[in-house]
């Protein structure tokens, strides 16, 4: 009788050593969220855990496409979210996007988490990306904003998929009859609002701080940055603001009013042969982008009455923006205009500024045709993205006082086979993305040590503005706020704050601004 007892116990520490060793899912691994539980996977970096494709709405489809979004089901059971979900419908989608989701579709709605911590009780900061593509491309699962290494810094990095182009900007008088609140056309925007929500109420099982959230974006990320810290919807949702390259300070960008938007929308709707918001929810989304044809950036937030009650340059001059610290700033050359001439130089501002090319002239003339591409370059970017994010830095520094960090980034992309051309103006549009993620490996370059110094660099003055409201930390080059010095972060292999230059010509296209909105 004994012996039977002890064989049996030492059979049952046998079975229990064999389940150990079988390494099972840890606790940590599997994180409950509102709707159901969720397993993640490793990430790319020791210690980061990644939970890809987690639903935070419903599939805006059929009768949901062109609403608001709505709550996602809930599920029973483990739901696998080691996958990124579906990106949304691409109106042209950039060639230099590469994604890793599996197909383009209206069931979008979808954000991963890369987190380092092990339990839910640590309270980490939390970065919240929106990425670029004019609001007509872009997905959240690209490998150039991958989020391990940012994560790996001690913080919980979101990324999101909204609704981009003719499906997540359309207004239409119907929409807005329909709608409760008498609103349409800013899907995508009220996408981010309620992935802002989700994070809200789930972010703290991954270990993140929900009093501690972080907007950051780029171009279309960075203009939507500046339209949710503008909107009545997001109060309490963010805590500090990113902007990399645009803001919406500019009439060239300016949200249109709900009734252009309207009238847009019914003319493209009528030119479909689908004049009915029925007849137009049963067109495919190839036949929607099809009508759309090459003219992408004709739908994006719009003043719906709603999201945005006004045009964001009143908002913030009026003090009613969200009051979170800014870092924001662009590259230094985010339009690389081609060679030109004085003469040619000349003749193209006097084209594109017939009542002010004399004042343009003054501020962005060359002295020679050896400078004319510099100033070419200069009045494209400063006219496409450098006007308008200063703009936002001058005007959310003096009307809230708060703490306003600006840069300039300037380290520029090396070549596949070595260094960049000596004629190589600057950086270009999205360049920093990669530098900021710390995934160059993302794009086949012959990476240099001084490209790696960088990345680590942005990384580190990014996530210490996370953590504090402070790019600030020792060991990193002093970065002076903006309010109070009038000095930049020149961000290269060289890093140093700086006076600002050329503030004469931002002040001119101020006055020309101002002019055009009277």
């Known amino acids: 009788m004994k012996r039977s007892t002890l064989s049996r116990s030492a059979l049952i520490l046998c079975v229990f050593a064999l389940l150990c060793s079988r390494s099972p899912v840890r606790a940590a691994d599997e994180v409950r969220v509102a709707t159901g539980v969720l397993e993640g996977t490793t990430g790319a970096k020791p210690g980061v855990r990644m939970f890809l494709g987690v639903p935070y709405a419903a599939p805006p489809v059929g009768d949901l496409r062109w609403k608001p979004p709505q709550p996602a089901a809930k599920w029973t059971g483990v739901r696998k979210a080691t996958a990124f979900g579906n990106r949304c419908i691409q109106t042209n989608a950039f060639a230099d996007m590469v994604w890793r989701s599996p197909a383009e579709s209206e069931d979008c709605l979808y954000l991963s988490i890369w987190t380092p911590a092990k339990s839910g009780a640590e309270r980490l900061p939390v970065m919240f990306w929106i990425h670029g593509g004019g609001f007509f491309s872009g997905a959240s699962d690209e490998g150039r904003h991958e989020g391990s290494s940012l994560a790996s810094r001690g913080v919980v990095v979101v990324e999101i998929n909204y609704r981009l182009g003719v499906l997540g900007f359309f207004a239409h ?281 960088v990345a680590d660099l942005m990384g580190a003055y990014w996530t210490n503005f996370a953590r504090t409201g402070n790019p600030n930390a020792a060991g990193l080059p002093n970065w002076p706020a903006w309010d109070a010095s009038r000095q930049l972060m020149r961000i290269n292999a060289n890093a140093k704050a700086e006076a600002e230059a050329h503030r004469e010509r931002y002040e001119v296209m101020d006055e020309i601004e101002r002019r055009r909105r009277k």
């Open 173 to 453: 008088p119907e929409l807005s009859a329909e709608s409760p609140r008498k609103a349409s056309g800013s899907y995508g925007l009220l996408d981010q609002v309620a992935a802002l929500q989700w994070v809200r109420d789930n972010i703290s099982a991954f270990g993140g701080n929900p009093g501690n959230v972080t907007i950051f974006g780029e171009s279309a990320g960075s203009f939507s940055v500046s339209a949710l810290m503008a909107s009545p919807l997001t109060k309490g949702l963010f805590h500090k603001a990113i902007g990399e390259s645009g803001a919406y300070f500019t009439s060239q960008r300016k949200p249109l009013a709900r009734a252009q938007a309207e009238a847009l929308g019914a003319k493209f709707g009528e030119a479909m042969g689908a004049p009915s918001i029925a007849a137009l929810r049963a067109k495919t989304p190839a036949e929607l982008v099809k009508a759309v044809g090459s003219n992408s950036g004709q739908f994006w937030p719009i003043i719906d009455g709603y999201c945005l009650t006004e045009d964001p340059w009143d908002t913030f001059a009026a003090g009613r923006q969200q009051p979170v610290p800014l870092l924001a700033g662009w590259n230094s050359a985010e339009i690389k205009s081609p060679q030109t001439t004085v003469a040619n130089f000349t003749a193209q501002v006097k084209k594109q500024y017939p009542d002010d090319a004399d004042a343009i002239l003054k501020v962005y003339g060359p002295g020679a045709d050896a400078e004319a591409r510099r100033s070419a370059v200069a009045l494209a970017s400063d006219n496409f993205i450098g006007y308008n994010t200063w703009k936002w830095i001058e005007v959310h520094s003096a009307s809230r006082k708060l703490p306003v960090y600006r840069y300039l980034f300037d380290q520029i992309f090396p070549t596949a086979s070595g260094d960049p051309a000596p004629d190589d103006p600057g950086a270009g549009h999205a360049s920093d993305i990669e530098y900021v993620f710390n995934a160059l490996e993302a794009r086949k370059l012959a990476w240099r040590p001084a490209d790696r110094q």
